[in-house]
T-cell receptor, first 109, second 112 residues
Framework: NAGVTQTPKFQVLKTGQSMTLQCAQDMNHEYMSWYRQDPGMGLRLIHYSVGAGITDQGEVPNGYNVSRSTTEDFPLRLLSAAPSQTSVYFC????????FGQGTRLTVV | SQQGEEDPQALSIQEGENATMNCSYKTSINNLQWYRQNSGRGLVHLILIRSNEREKHSGRLRVTLDTSKKSSSLLITASRAADTASYFCATDASWNNNDMRFGAGTRLTVKP
């Protein structure tokens, strides 16, 4: 009964470093997505996937990569972290009645 | 650009009062959803209304949708302190129902 598991909860990166945010779901949802949430901006869609092997860009995809090798996992990769990527990141599973992870608070210094 | 825009940005009421939040969007949609976010937590789905529906109820929640005005409202009746949270509307455009966009949210404070 885990729902959506998102790790890590907190992360500090130096500019130029790379990292992967993990997201796993156990509800057998085909659709998964990644959002970033900034103060006063609401949530903005980064990438989404409609099934294993299929990904597409959202509103703010630059600087991020995703892959979907299995139905369960949808990792988000920051290729070369920049201070502008300081944000709270949410993974979601499902489209109608989406389930959200608890978020990753990322700081890039 | 964001699809949904909530109004007001912040709302403060007394326990027992009703709270109304509005959402306006820009393009034709398939569905509109409302979510709640408690401070520091992920979003929780509240209710979905389809583009061919005008009103929907769930417990103390009432959602209306006016596609001609491209707007929706969320009414929370008999509010409780536990309703204190941010509320977001989310829409998926009819031209791409895989792309779900959120507004900036309404911060609701219910005072006991």
């Amino acid at each position: 009964n885990a729902g959506v598991t998102q790790t890590p909860k907190f992360q500090v990166l130096k500019t130029g470093q790379s990292m992967t945010l993990q997201c796993a779901q156990d509800m057998n949802h085909e659709y998964m997505s990644w959002y970033r949430q900034d103060p006063g901006m609401g949530l903005r869609l980064i990438h989404y996937s409609v099934g294993a092997g299929i990904t597409d860009q959202g509103e703010v995809p630059n600087g991020y990569n995703v892959s979907r090798s299995t139905t369960e996992d949808f990792p988000l990769r920051l290729l070369s972290a920049a201070p502008s990527q300081t944000s709270v990141y949410f993974c979601a599973s499902g489209k109608r009645d989406a389930f959200f992870g608890q978020g990753t608070r990322l700081t890039v210094v | 650009s964001q699809q949904g825009e909530e109004d007001p940005q912040a709302l403060s009421i007394q326990e027992g009062e009703n709270a109304t939040m509005n959402c306006s969007y820009k393009t034709s949609i398939n569905n509109l959803q409302w979510y709640r976010q408690n401070s520091g937590r992920g979003l929780v789905h509240l209710i979905l209304i389809r583009s061919n529906e005008r009103e929907k109820h769930s417990g103390r929640l009432r959602v209306t949708l006016d596609t001609s005005k491209k707007s929706s409202s969320l009414l929370i009746t008999a509010s409780r302190a536990a309703d204190t949270a941010s509320y977001f509307c989310a829409t998926d455009a009819s031209w791409n129902n895989n792309d779900m966009r959120f507004g900036a949210g309404t911060r609701l404070t219910v005072k006991p």
